[in-house]
């Protein structure tokens, strides 16, 4: 096998502990962890709104709402806040973040709520239930398992994460 191809990879610095070789070879390592920061900002968001929603005495509908919209608003700006401290402006980094999370983020809660939704009596839950917590974090579980090929096949293909690498 000629390696000669890949004695270039030393040169760009901060992508060798990517463990990625190419187009679509990427390591399952790093999808898992654009995976789990993916799902801190959701943990973050969702939990807060749930909280919040339930706390004020709303319905499922807008509590809901309030939890998706925050799991995106905390998703975004964790990726907005690591890119401004690579040096990335504003502009620039508000739009690596949009490019580097909304799928993820999307499908994340897409799965996540359509779990808690199926979840006989998950949604009438009150915050001390058992239940509540259960289909939550069971819901975030589920999401990471099927989130992290979506985000693999993405940054194998330049795209989502794969977008914030290159502002390491």
Known sequence: ?????????GSHSGHGDHGDHGPGAVSWGTAVKATLHCLSGCVVGEVLGMVVGTALGWGNAPTMVLAIALAFVFGYSFTLFAVR??????????????????????????????????TPGAMDAELSDGLFWSALLGGFAV??????????WMIGRGKGHAVVHAHH
């Open 85 to 118: 401290g690579a040096g990335l402006d504003l502009r620039g980094a508000v739009k690596v973040a949009l490019a580097a999370d909304t799928v993820s983020i999307a499908v994340m809660e897409l799965v996540d709520n359509g779990i808690i939704a199926l």
């Open 1 to 9: 096998m000629d390696h000669g191809a890949h004695d270039s990879h």
């Open 143 to 152: 999401a990471f398992v099927v989130t992290t090929p979506v985000n693999k």
